[in-house]
Nanobody, 122 residues
């Protein structure tokens, strides 16, 4: 599965962005999906995740400003961000994980996109 993120850019503090992650195959049966971000010199942190049952989970720093969702008809994973702050500046990556049964054991295949840059500055 190939993933391509889009929607990043330069935005002023307080602004909003909608990031999208387009998959070249179906994500309907994905086991787990998530957005991560990584600022220069920092570790990659999970921003938001979504289970197969569409149950979201958010990083502690999100504080209600991020909303993760998916569109199975378009095979996209989305991240709506509001009230952007300068410390939200980072490269944002999406990842999708599929589960499969192989020789009686569950195996997991993870796919990552190349990232989309978000820069928050006045």
């Amino acid at each position: 599965v190939s993933l391509v993120e889009s929607g990043g850019g330069l935005v002023q503090p307080g602004g909003s962005l909608r990031l999208s992650c387009a998959a070249d195959g179906s994500i309907r049966n994905a086991y787990w999906m998530a957005w991560y971000r990584q600022a220069p010199g920092q570790e990659r942190d999970m921003v938001a995740s979504l289970t197969a049952a569409d149950r979201p989970n958010y990083g502690d720093f999100v504080k209600g400003r991020f909303t993760i969702s998916r569109d199975n008809t378009r095979n996209t994973l989305n991240l709506q961000i509001t009230n952007l702050r300068p410390d939200d500046t980072a490269m944002y990556y999406c990842t999708v994980e599929f589960q499969r049964l192989e020789y009686g054991e569950w195996e997991y295949d993870d796919y990552w996109g190349q990232g989309t840059q978000v820069t928050v500055s006045s």
